[in-house]
């Protein structure tokens, strides 16, 4: 009787586990993408680059961790003081360990400019892009990430922008 017990609870135990550590990596992840908004709005290249993989790409183009400084920098000076806002990125965990990608739609906008509330709609994140509308430059971004030593890292960005009737590049 013991035995078909632990049988039946062995399993339901390691569901569990893999459950809980799910919950805590999509945490992680979500808390890096935050880490990298609060590090673009403050102009914190370097910030930005500790939170990616030394052989990071970012594409279209195929862009290596020298160029994708250039093209942050030149986005800096482009919006001066900026606001980075997105509602809740998605998030797929792949079958193999330690790698995970991510969706957000991400709306840059010069720190003066004013939006709607949209807090609010950061579970939503359908409801999320129709408030925004024409009100600021809009992106997609694709992220995949790799998990070294326990931490979270972008290994691969994809950078989308809005085309009016959809993201493309």
Not at 74 to 95: C, E, R, T
Request: charged fraction near 30%.
């Amino acid at each position: 009787m013991k035995q078909t017990q632990l049988r039946i609870l062995l399993p339901i135990l390691f569901l569990f586990l893999i459950s809980c550590s799910e919950k805590d990596d999509a945490a992680a992840i979500r808390a890096l993408i935050k880490k990298g908004a609060e590090l673009a709005e403050d102009h914190d290249v370097s910030g930005i680059l500790e939170l990616t993989t030394e052989d990071v790409v970012a594409l279209p183009g195929r862009h290596d961790r020298r160029e994708i400084k250039r093209i942050i920098w030149a986005a800096f000076m482009h919006y001066g003081k900026l606001n980075v806002l997105y509602p809740k990125p998605s998030i797929d965990f792949s079958d193999t360990e330690n790698s995970a990608s991510c969706r957000i739609y991400l709306l840059i906008v010069k720190k003066e400019q004013t939006l709607p509330d949209l807090k609010e709609l950061y579970n939503d994140p359908k409801r999320w892009l129709e408030e925004v509308g024409e009100n600021a430059d809009l992106y997609q971004i694709n992220l995949q990430l790799l998990k070294k030593n326990e931490t979270w890292l972008v290994r691969k960005a994809h950078l989308e922008g809005f085309k009016g009737m959809g993201f493309g590049e």
